[in-house]
């Protein structure tokens, strides 16, 4: 439901919807506590209008002010709770964690009954064994500090390849946005995979494999008429389930490849080492179809989010440039010759700082991923129905004045004598969400977007082209799977001695 909703199919089909009406029974309150407040909801289609043509995260937060932070909506014969404040996301995070530690899986991405255990752990419908056990390998094999110390010299040998190709730009504009998407799906590439996913050197940052994995994300998240009206799902009127299809397909034949050749390179040499990611899922006998979910996931999610986040701090940074200055100060007072080494980057409170505010103004991703009900309970005495979808609206709560001194403006000032922390146990700042659902992925982001952000500022300064001011920098979003500039930002190079 991110960004502009439209309204044609579902106009198309209202007859149809209406002869099907009396076998439509919308959940009822509960006798002793009401549903949350929110917008009148139309017979059959709900609040599919109330949504407008701004992005779905402005929108909620607005319906938040006149309805409070809890709001309830329809869509269809699915309901969605919405919470937009620190104490609702604590009672739905943790006081009711577990019985909201289920997920909503869209139509679009849910497998046929012998498809489930490919299921990546983000869409997993419950926390179960399985669910337990792909976590927890994760942790150990990617996310771990072991894990993450091994694969450092990896990452800063993906930088080093990042800041000879800036030199080569020197002079004109560099496209941020998608530099960091390249980057980024190449820190992981060499990670997961002991690959890269795009060649700088050739001046071409549009892979093929970023193309396709971003496609089936936002797949994933386009407005599906078959999550309004589960029955519809056969169907696939929109096709969207479809091309998702179709998306996968091409994806997994620039995959099958590399798998196919590692396994028959490990039974050849009989391996029981694990250079890389995808090494450790061949020796825990992950099958072919497992791999590339999981893959799909890794590369996706953790990406998008994080060349997201760095493309917003360095708007942030050249925006405000005595920031940046402090920032330069700070990651300069040693002298790095090839690259800002990722063990002290950890060592910069104002950096970090800078990184934390671009989190909490810029979210990637303005709410958690979709929650579902276990059962019937109550929140900030309200009734939530079983199997009602259930979300926060992280933007919203970044944002709100009731935890934030000026909150609009980018001050990192304000995390530095502060103990808040993304770890999920402060709910006015979860930008990883919080409770059994936290992003797996929160260790390695925290290490990379310090060690790229810290490269980019140590080793260049950064023009705006054209003669633009920094105040007239544009900053307004544009939500599709995340929430990224409207504007691209175009900066040009010069380097530093």
Known sequence: MEGTIYYSPFLLLLPLLFLVAKYFNPWKPSKSLPLPPGPYPWPIIGNILSMGNKPRHVTLTQLAKSYGPLISLRFGSQLLIVGSSADVAMEILKTNDQIFSARYVPQAIAPKISEIETLPVGWTPECNDRWKYIRSFLQVELFSGKALKTQACRREKRVMDMLEFIRSMEGNPVHIGELMFAVVYNLMGAVLLSRDIVNLKDGSMNGEVIRLVRAVMESG????????????????????????????????????????????????????????????MISNNFTDAQINSTLLELFGAGSDSSATTIGWAMAELVRNPEVMKKVREEVSKECYQNVVPEEVVTQFPYLQACIKETLRLHPPGPFILPHRALKTCQVMNYTIPKNSLVSVNIWAIGRDPAYWEDPLS????????????????????????????????????????????????????????????????????KAQFLVQKNEPLNVIPKARK
Not at 415 to 440: H, M, Q, T, V, W
């Open 410 to 477: 980018f001050k990192p000032e304000r995390f530095l004598n502060s103990k808040l922390e993304f770890l999920g146990n402060d709910f006015e700042y979860i930008p990883f969400s919080a409770g059994r659902r936290i992003c797996p992925g929160l260790p390695m982001a925290a290490k990379m977007v310090p060690l790229v952000l810290s490269n980019l500022i140590h080793f260049f300064d950064w023009v705006l082209p054209d003669g633009i001011k920094p105040n007239d920098l544009d900053m307004s979003e």
């Open 221 to 280: 998240a386009a407005p599906n008429i078959s999550d309004f009206f589960p029955f519809l799902a056969g169907l696939d009127l929109q096709s969207i389930r479809k091309r998702r299809k179709e998306l996968r397909s091409k994806l997994l034949r620039i995959w099958s490849p590399i798998i196919k050749q590692r396994r028959e390179t490990r039974k050849e040499a009989e391996a029981l080492s694990k250079d890389d990611f995808l090494d450790a």
